[in-house]
């Protein structure tokens, strides 16, 4: 019986042990799912702040078009045509060289200079400024440039001048003179403080290649009329004249010096014109270089703009009495000056 019972207690013992196994392992099975807190595993704890900052980063956004973006984009593939202008938007623009003489004796200069700096800011560039005058102790035509927001060249000259068209001729190349030395690349055009724009004159002017002209409105506060000077056309291809005295000969036409335009390289590059170099003394009267070849060949001039050259983009304004002997001799045409 002793045998038996002792039997019986080792079987119990066994299968509590056995239960006591299963119940230790089943619950180690399970606890190593259990999350750990950060206390009891100290190394972990920069591993978990990161892990949530990086997770608690924001993520990037994708903005979508907006309505009025997505509509220009089908507008701008919706025709050739629309493709073309873009294209042509992205052509570098031709330079504009605008120069200007002025007069200290011109008791509204510094308001036309204003005037005409508002006109040349509005201009999409490049656009160069080239204004000459005398050198004076006191001149206010710098502290205006410097005001304008206009890219521009202040010129002054030492010499002294008893003739004023000999004095403006001056100006004129002094002015031609730093564009050959520098060898500026654009579209000269003479400006004169009395002149308005058509805001379009200065794309028009772009596309000349050698030489171009245009109509000039000539009007003044004390002349009850309107005079025009200039070419007549049909498109770009001159037909005529405008002139003001009928008794002069027929092949002497007449350009105000504000109704013609050429491209720069022709003072600094003139073997590519076909013309020979110009000579010494050429090259002290740069204005006279240029009037001859202007004159020379009436073929060689285009009308603008071209689609229509007899439109009037440029007037030429007086304002007062006073002023008229200072402007006249700015503003003369070119074929009536003594060069």
Same mark, same amino acid.
């Not at 200039?230 to 105000?256: M, T, Y």
């Given at each position: 019986?002793?045998s ?24 180690? @099975? ?113 502290d ?12 002054? @000259?030492?010499?002294? @001048? ?53 109509p ?45 335009g ?23 009267d ?9 004159t ?16 009037v ?27």
């Amino acid at each position: 019986m002793g045998s038996v019972e002792r039997s019986k207690k080792r079987v119990q013992i066994w299968k509590k042990a056995a239960v006591h196994f299963a119940l230790c392992f089943v619950m180690g @099975f399970f606890t190593g799912f259990a999350p750990t807190s950060k206390s009891s595993i100290p190394g972990l704890k920069f591993t978990a702040r990161y892990n949530q900052s990086f997770e608690l980063a924001p993520r990037p956004m994708v903005r979508q078009p907006s309505n009025s973006y997505v509509n220009k984009l089908d507008n701008s593939n919706s025709s050739e045509s629309n493709r073309s202008v873009k294209e042509q938007d992205l052509r570098p623009r031709r330079q504009v060289i605008v120069i200007t003489s002025t007069n200290e004796r011109d008791p509204l200069r510094g308001v036309l200079l204003r005037r005409l700096a508002n006109t040349l800011k509005l201009v999409a560039p490049p656009l160069l400024w080239i204004v000459v005058e005398s050198q004076r102790e006191f001149s206010d035509v710098s502290d205006i440039l410097r005001g304008t927001g206009v890219m521009y060249r202040h010129l002054v @000259f030492k010499e002294n @001048f008893t003739n004023p068209r000999a004095e403006v001729d001056h100006q004129r190349n002094l002015a031609l003179k730093h564009i050959e030395h520098h060898r500026l690349s654009g579209v000269v055009h003479f400006a004169g403080l009395s002149n308005v724009y058509d805001l379009n004159f200065f794309d028009e002017i772009r596309a000349i290649e050698a030489f171009g002209t245009w109509p000039l409105a000539k009007l003044s506060a004390w002349r009850k009329k309107m005079i025009v000077e200039g070419p007549v056309c049909q498109s770009s291809q001159i037909l005529g004249w405008h002139v003001k005295n009928l008794n002069r000969a027929a092949e002497e036409f007449e350009i105000h010096i504000s109704g013609f335009g050429f491209n720069s390289s022709i003072l600094w590059d003139p073997e590519r014109w076909g013309r020979l170099p110009a000579t010494e003394g050429a090259k002290q009267d740069s204005l006279k270089f240029v009037k001859q070849a202007v004159t020379e060949d009436e073929t060689k001039i285009k009308g603008v703009p071209s689609e229509d050259c007899s439109k009037v983009n440029l007037w030429q304004f007086h304002l007062k009495s006073e002023t008229v002997q200072v402007n006249e001799v700015q503003d003369a045409p070119i074929n009536d000056r003594q060069i």
